[in-house]
C-alpha cells in the first residue's frame, strides 16, 4: 500500500510541526481522503491555522488562505467578472477568486456575516462556481478548511445549519498537555534561530499529490459489513427517533441527522479503517469518528441548552444505547 505509506509521511511530516494535536492532524488527513471539508473550532492560539499551512507546506498543491471579517464581500471569495478594455474594444472576463485553490484555508469563517458565508455552499457541495451564468469547475484536490472560535466570544456569527451541514466533520480543538506545551516552545525557539540563521538547509520535497486520489481508490474498496452497515444506519435513525431508545434523550434532541450525514459517516469509516491497516470497518472505527461527524449536525433542544448539555454528550449517550446487531 504505497499510497497509505506517502499517507502516513504526510501526517508524520505535519505532526512535527503540530505538537500535542495529534486528533486534528489525524482529521486533517481523514477529511483528504474522504474527499470531504473540515471545520476546526477552537480558541486562538490552538495551531488551527498552522495545521492546514503544515499540509500545504509539505503537499505540492496551492493554497489559498481567506480572512473572513465583517465587511468581506461574496466576490471576494469566488471571484467576479473584471471589464477589460483593449484597442477600443471593451469585454468582461471572469477574474478567479481565492476559491480556485486545492487546499482552502477558511480562517475565523463565523467572523463574516452570513450572506458571506453562504458563498461557500456551492463551491463545497458542487465542486464549482457559478459567476453571471457561467459555471466554472474548481480542482480534482480541493478541501476547505474552515476555522472559527467558539461562538461564545465577541463578534461572531452562528454559521448556518444548511453550511454546517456540507463539513464532513467538525473538530474541536483542545488546550495540549504540560508536555506537549513545553515542546512547543522548544518548537518555537528553533524555529525563530532558523530564521535568523543565514544557513539555508534547501526546500522541502514536497509530496506529489497523486497518492491521495490512489488512495481513494483503495478505500473505495475497503468492506463495510451488514451488521456495520445496520450499526450505522441506527445511530442515524436514533438522533431522528431518541424515544427508541431513551426518553430523556428525546428531550434533549431537536433535529436529527440528515442522510448527508449518514453518507459522511460511511465514507470517514471508511477512511478511518484503511488508515489503521484495514481493509473492512469494524464498529470500533464508527465510534472513534462519530461524534466529529455528528456534533455539528445535531441541533439540540431548548431543554438541552438550559440544562448545559453539549452535542458530544448527547452523541456519547446514544452509543452507549445504540448496540451492533
Known amino acids: 500500500m504505497a499510497a497509505r505509506d506517502d499517507v502516513l509521511e504526510l501526517g508524520k511530516r505535519v505532526g512535527k510541526s503540530i505538537i500535542g494535536q495529534e486528533t486534528m492532524v489525524e482529521r486533517l488527513l481523514l477529511g483528504l481522503l474522504a474527499n470531504g471539508h473540515l471545520l476546526v473550532e477552537g480558541l486562538p492560539g490552538l495551531a488551527k491555522t498552522r495545521a492546514i499551512k503544515s499540509l500545504a507546506k509539505n503537499l505540492d498543491s496551492e493554497l489559498s488562505r ?38 482552502i484555508l477558511a480562517d475565523e469563517i463565523n467572523r463574516a456575516p452570513a450572506k458571506v458565508q453562504s458563498a461557500l455552499l456551492e463551491a463545497m457541495e458542487e465542486r464549482q462556481v457559478t459567476v453571471g451564468g457561467q459555471s466554472y469547475p474548481l480542482p480534482d484536490l480541493f478541501m ?30 483542545g488546550y495540549p498537555d504540560e508536555k506537549s506545551e513545553a515542546a512547543i516552545m522548544r518548537l518555537n525557539r528553533e524555529e525563530e534561530n532558523s530564521a535568523q540563521s543565514k544557513d539555508q538547509h534547501g526546500k522541502i520535497e514536497k509530496l506529489d499529490p497523486q497518492f491521495v486520489f490512489d488512495a481513494r481508490k483503495e478505500i473505495g474498496a475497503v468492506t463495510v459489513s451488514e451488521p456495520v452497515e445496520k450499526y450505522i444506519v441506527s445511530l442515524v435513525i436514533g438522533t431522528r427517533h431518541p424515544d427508541r431508545y431513551d426518553k430523556d434523550l428525546a428531550k434533549q434532541l431537536q433535529v436529527g441527522i440528515s442522510p448527508r450525514g449518514a453518507i459522511g459517516l460511511d465514507r470517514v469509516s471508511r477512511a478511518y479503517a484503511w488508515l489503521k491497516g484495514r481493509d473492512y470497518v469494524t464498529p470500533d472505527d464508527v465510534k472513534s469518528i462519530v461524534n466529529d461527524v455528528f456534533r455539528h449536525r445535531l441541533i439540540l433542544s431548548y431543554e438541552a441548552h438550559a440544562s448545559n448539555t453539549t452535542a458530544d454528550q448527547v452523541i456519547d449517550r446514544l452509543t452507549e444505547l445504540v448496540a451492533v446487531s
Open 144 to 173: 476547505v478548511m474552515a476555522t472559527q472560535n467558539p461562538i461564545e466570544q465577541e463578534g461572531t456569527y452562528p454559521l448556518p445549519e444548511a453550511q454546517l451541514d456540507r463539513f464532513l466533520m467538525h473538530v474541536e480543538v
Open 66 to 103: 481567506v480572512q473572513f471579517t465583517p465587511d468581506l464581500l461574496p466576490a471576494d471569495i469566488t471571484g467576479s467578472e473584471i471589464y477589460f478594455s483593449e484597442g477600443g474594444k471593451g469585454e468582461f472576463k471572469f477574474q478567479q477568486g481565492p476559491i480556485f485553490a486545492n487546499l
